[in-house]
């Protein structure tokens, strides 16, 4: 166990041979994860954006998140339903991708680096839990 500042983080073996994953923990309560590793997948959103409203419907009753667009292509390019703002930064002479929430209770923070080593072994941190006091101690 390894603790800064009053965050905690233990080891979670995952369920895959190539990844390791730790859990970051605030008072009791799981408020991230940290992913190492040689695989992990960029940050990305799963929805499908469709701009034919019987599809759609169909679809929507299933429980798969599927949006409706008369300006399909536009919106899928723009990113208009994703959940979070992606962009690249450079920290350190790594390029990051850093992943903050659109909404301030909907989405999630992180950063991911491609390769972090010399065996360009993967490195994440993910947070979905976005209340204000996390926030600040993520």
Same mark, same amino acid.
């Given at each position: 166990m390894l603790v800064l500042k009053y965050l905690q983080i233990f080891n979670k073996k995952s369920n895959g041979v190539d990844t390791? =994953?730790?859990?970051?923990? &605030?008072q009791e %309560? %799981?408020?991230?994860?940290?992913? &190492?590793?040689?695989?992990?997948?960029?940050f990305t959103e799963e929805y499908s954006i469709t701009e034919e409203k019987e599809i759609y419907d169909k =679809?929507?009753?299933?429980?798969?998140?599927i949006y409706y667009s008369?300006?399909?292509?536009?919106?899928y390019k723009n990113g208009i339903y994703n959940d979070n703002y992606y962009y690249y930064d450079t920290i350190n002479k790594n390029i990051a991708q850093i992943m903050l929430p659109k909404k301030s209770n909907k989405g999630s923070i992180g950063i991911y680096f491609d390769s972090v080593d010399v065996y360009k072994n993967k490195f994440a941190i993910v947070s979905t839990e976005l209340s204000e006091g996390n926030k600040k101690n993520f």
């Amino acid at each position: 166990m390894l603790v800064l500042k009053y965050l905690q983080i233990f080891n979670k073996k995952s369920n895959g041979v190539d990844t390791s =994953v730790y859990n970051i923990f &605030f008072q009791e %309560k %799981k408020i991230g994860s940290i992913y &190492f590793g040689s695989y992990y997948r960029p940050f990305t959103e799963e929805y499908s954006i469709t701009e034919e409203k019987e599809i759609y419907d169909k =679809v929507s009753l299933r429980g798969a998140k599927i949006y409706y667009s008369k300006y399909l292509e536009q919106d899928y390019k723009n990113g208009i339903y994703n959940d979070n703002y992606y962009y690249y930064d450079t920290i350190n002479k790594n390029i990051a991708q850093i992943m903050l929430p659109k909404k301030s209770n909907k989405g999630s923070i992180g950063i991911y680096f491609d390769s972090v080593d010399v065996y360009k072994n993967k490195f994440a941190i993910v947070s979905t839990e976005l209340s204000e006091g996390n926030k600040k101690n993520f």
